[in-house]
């Protein structure tokens, strides 16, 4: 009943399933085609998002640290009220003052560690066991040296031949972020001799807060010679996800070329088809068919061709696409996710519009073919 | 009632500096239900005239008349229209669509109109022509007559006022080539068509009204035939 409605389609169905094999293989072309990009595209996603899992909440942290090229070494005390008066009043900011010293856990060797110095850690981290406030005396430890030495809150390390008693063991922090505990031995700022910081963490409530206390501490401390560095994460980020985008493309731009080989294949198959038709198509035109009548039928045939080869693609790429979830982000429903979808669309069409553009010039030939000369071979 | 007036065709082709006439001064005309032959040797010029008068090729010099309108320099889409209002085909080689089956390949000339009367007529023309139990074969499971007869029902789907057939005998044995020529006779006795076969066969001559001979591009002998 098809053909009632679209006759061409009609035309165009039957000659397709006239070579069924030819047919098969010319859109086997656009199918692999279509996964191809579908599934890179899908691939580079599932990457994106697997990395923003992993980056967690680090667009809003700031770090400020001195400029030793400038023979700045430290921060000094003025350049923390600085600090705190260009960032806003609900800001975290946070002075650390390091030093590396003979660490010794359990009686082993010591080895030399850099010590944290930190004022207030509760306003940074959590505990994971014991308890981080109030911090006067003892150390805290990360997740990672806690668990290579077996410490816990109560165990004792030597710092410098001193004996210091965990307080705590923190939470593990987000892998990127430069307030990751995980690695850290923190004592109180007050243990430190040296008047002078490191660095100072500034926490701002959004990514848009931090950018613009960026720019007034660099305004302000920066003044005369560029005495702090300013690190923002979410620029970092920001730079890291536009180095995705840049891999994605150059992914589907490799996958386009499958799809390039598979118009080619459309276009030698419907050329073929062309001769080995010609005089039926010159009994076309004889009976009335106008020029764009048998482009129409020809056209459709390549357009049917895409979107055989395009729905299989399809079909064929949400299942890659089921597996590639589960697989990078362990949650392989994640492939109903928007940017997916849109792949999969732009792969759609990018599969059957090759198939149209190759069909064009068989289709112009045929159309365009003098039914006399068609007809005297 | 002429249908067809052809007035002084010269068909002139330029091949390697030398220029060959394929037809050399020819008036043809055909009258509504007359059933003509056109007979002569290989390159005498035949299917050149068959082209011209069905408006796949253009003179030329000479003009075409078709029921009294000048379409001599007619452009391919207008001719193309007027072929497929005015003209069947029938050809030697019966040029059916190979997928299609015997109603659909009637139907072709008018498949792209989307006209559900199209399917009806179809079916009435293949039954006139004593197809009724065939109508849903495919042209490979039908024999040279039958196809023959599917291709004359495709001429005929348009409602044409001239049928043109390039050897329509020319595949068939001679049993199957009478009951073809009988059933143009019909046609062209109970529908006023006019009918012109390009043929060798002599066999056509005794259905036809009269026969035209052509030598070299010219028109020879003509004969009446008294039928």
């Given at each position: 009943?098809?053909?009632?409605?679209?006759?061409?389609?009609?035309?165009?169905?039957?000659?397709?399933?006239?070579?069924?094999?030819?047919?098969?293989?010319?859109?086997?072309?656009?199918?692999?085609?279509?996964?191809?990009?579908?599934?890179?595209?899908?691939?580079?996603?599932?990457?994106?998002?697997?990395?923003?899992?992993?980056?967690?909440?680090?667009?809003?942290?700031?770090?400020?640290?001195?400029?030793?090229?400038?023979?700045?070494?430290?921060?000094?005390?003025?350049?923390?009220?600085?600090?705190?008066?260009?960032?806003?009043?609900?800001?975290?900011?946070?002075?650390?003052?390091?030093?590396?010293?003979?660490?010794?856990?359990?009686?082993?060797?010591?080895?030399?560690?850099?010590?944290?110095?930190?004022?207030?850690?509760?306003?940074?981290?959590?505990?994971?066991?014991?308890?981080?406030?109030?911090?006067?005396?003892?150390?805290?430890?990360?997740?990672?040296?806690?668990?290579?030495?077996?410490?816990?809150?109560?165990?004792?390390?030597?710092?410098?031949?001193?004996?210091?008693?965990?307080?705590?063991?923190?939470?593990?922090?987000?892998?990127?972020?430069?307030?990751?505990?995980?690695?850290?031995?923190?004592?109180?700022?007050?243990?430190?001799?040296?008047?002078?910081?490191?660095?100072?963490?500034?926490?701002?409530?959004?990514?848009?807060?931090?950018?613009?206390?960026?720019?007034?501490?660099?305004?302000?401390?920066?003044?005369?010679?560029?005495?702090?560095?300013?690190?923002?994460?979410?620029?970092?980020?920001?730079?890291?996800?536009?180095?995705?985008?840049?891999?994605?493309?150059?992914?589907?731009?490799?996958?386009?070329?499958?799809?390039?080989?598979?118009?080619?294949?459309?276009?030698?198959?419907?050329?073929?088809?062309?001769?080995?038709?010609?005089?039926?198509?010159?009994?076309?035109?004889a009976v009335g068919?106008?020029?764009?009548?048998?482009?129409?039928?020809?056209?459709?045939?390549?357009?049917?061709?895409?979107?055989?080869?395009?729905?299989?693609?399809?079909?064929?790429?949400?299942?890659?696409?089921?597996?590639?979830?589960?697989?990078?982000?362990?949650?392989?429903?994640?492939?109903?996710?928007?940017?997916?979808?849109?792949?999969?669309?732009?792969?759609?069409?990018?599969?059957?519009?090759?198939?149209?553009?190759?069909?064009?010039?068989?289709?112009?030939?045929?159309?365009?073919?003098?039914?006399?000369?068609?007809?005297?071979? | 009632?002429?249908?067809?007036?052809?007035?002084?065709?010269?068909?002139?082709?330029?091949?390697?500096?030398?220029?060959?006439?394929?037809?050399?001064?020819?008036?043809?005309?055909?009258?509504?239900?007359?059933?003509?032959?056109?007979?002569?040797?290989?390159?005498?010029?035949?299917?050149?005239?068959?082209?011209?008068?069905g408006l796949?090729?253009?003179?030329?010099?000479?003009?075409?008349?078709?029921?009294?309108?000048?379409?001599?320099?007619?452009?391919?889409?207008?001719r193309t229209?007027l072929r497929k209002?005015t003209i069947?085909?029938?050809?030697?080689?019966?040029?059916?669509?190979?997928?299609?089956?015997?109603?659909?390949?009637?139907?072709?000339?008018?498949?792209?109109?989307?006209?559900?009367?199209?399917?009806?007529?179809?079916?009435?023309?293949?039954?006139?022509?004593?197809?009724?139990?065939?109508?849903?074969?495919?042209?490979?499971?039908?024999?040279?007559?039958?196809?023959?007869?599917?291709?004359?029902?495709?001429?005929?789907?348009?409602?044409?006022?001239?049928?043109?057939?390039?050897?329509?005998?020319?595949?068939?044995?001679?049993?199957?080539?009478?009951?073809?020529?009988?059933?143009?006779?019909?046609?062209?006795?109970?529908?006023?068509?006019?009918?012109?076969?390009?043929?060798?066969?002599?066999?056509?001559?005794?259905?036809?009204?009269?026969?035209?001979?052509?030598?070299?591009?010219?028109?020879?002998?003509?004969?009446?035939?008294?039928?």
């Amino acid at each position: 009943m098809a053909g009632r409605f679209f006759p061409a389609a009609l035309m165009a169905r039957r000659n397709l399933t006239r070579t069924k094999m030819r047919s098969l293989l010319a859109s086997l072309g656009i199918v692999i085609g279509v996964v191809a990009i579908a599934s890179l595209g899908m691939f580079g996603v599932a990457l994106q998002y697997s990395f923003t899992q992993n980056l967690g909440n680090v667009g809003n942290q700031l770090t400020v640290y001195p400029n030793s090229g400038e023979n700045v070494t430290e921060l000094t005390e003025r350049d923390i009220r600085t600090i705190r008066r260009e960032a806003s009043p609900t800001a975290t900011v946070s002075p650390v003052k390091t030093r590396a010293e003979p660490v010794s856990y359990n009686r082993e060797d010591a080895v030399r560690k850099t010590i944290y110095g930190i004022e207030n850690p509760g306003e940074l981290y959590e505990a994971k066991e014991g308890r981080v406030s109030p911090f006067r005396s003892g150390a805290l430890v990360g997740s990672s040296v806690a668990e290579a030495h077996d410490l816990h809150p109560g165990s004792q390390i030597t710092i410098n031949g001193t004996s210091v008693r965990i307080r705590a063991v923190l939470e593990e922090g987000d892998a990127f972020s430069s307030t990751n505990p995980d690695n850290r031995v923190i004592v109180p700022a007050t243990s430190f001799s040296q008047s002078g910081y490191s660095e100072a963490y500034v926490i701002e409530s959004t990514g848009t807060q931090a950018n613009e206390t960026a720019m007034g501490i660099r305004d302000s401390l920066n003044d005369r010679e560029q005495r702090v560095f300013v690190r923002e994460l979410g620029s970092l980020v920001d730079t890291i996800e536009e180095q995705f985008q840049i891999i994605n493309t150059v992914l589907a731009g490799i996958a386009s070329i499958s799809l390039l080989v598979a118009g080619i294949s459309i276009l030698n198959v419907m050329l073929m088809s062309t001769v080995e038709r010609r005089e039926e198509i010159g009994v076309l035109r004889a009976v009335g068919y106008q020029k764009r009548d048998v482009l129409k039928v020809m056209l459709m045939e390549a357009t049917l061709l895409g979107f055989l080869g395009g729905i299989a693609g399809v079909i064929l790429s949400l299942g890659a696409g089921l597996a590639i979830n589960h697989y990078a982000v362990g949650d392989a429903m994640a492939v109903f996710r928007l940017p997916n979808a849109w792949y999969v669309g732009a792969a759609f069409a990018f599969g059957v519009l090759t198939s149209i553009v190759s069909g064009l010039y068989p289709a112009w030939k045929a159309a365009s073919e003098e039914p006399v000369d068609a007809l005297r071979g | 009632m002429t249908v067809i007036d052809a007035q002084g065709l010269v068909k002139r082709y330029r091949t390697g500096g030398q220029t060959l006439y394929a037809l050399a001064g020819i008036d043809f005309a055909l009258e509504a239900g007359e059933f003509v032959s056109i007979m002569g040797p290989s390159g005498s010029g035949k299917t050149t005239l068959l082209n011209i008068l069905g408006l796949l090729d253009t003179p030329t010099e000479g003009t075409v008349l078709l029921e009294g309108q000048d379409v001599t320099g007619l452009g391919d889409s207008k001719r193309t229209a007027l072929r497929k209002r005015t003209i069947g085909f029938v050809f030697q080689h019966f040029y059916l669509l190979p997928t299609l089956t015997a109603v659909e390949n009637v139907e072709v000339p008018l498949l792209l109109d989307s006209d559900p009367q199209v399917k009806k007529r179809a079916r009435t023309l293949l039954e006139r022509l004593g197809l009724g139990e065939r109508l849903d074969h495919k042209p490979d499971e039908l024999s040279g007559g039958q196809k023959q007869r599917v291709a004359i029902a495709r001429s005929l789907i348009n409602s044409p006022k001239v049928v043109l057939a390039d050897e329509p005998t020319g595949n068939l044995d001679s049993e199957t080539g009478r009951q073809i020529l009988d059933e143009f006779r019909r046609i062209a006795d109970e529908d006023d068509v006019a009918i012109v076969a390009v043929t060798h066969d002599d066999l056509v001559n005794e259905y036809v009204d009269r026969t035209v001979h052509l030598v070299d591009g010219t028109i020879g002998r003509e004969r009446k035939n008294g039928g």
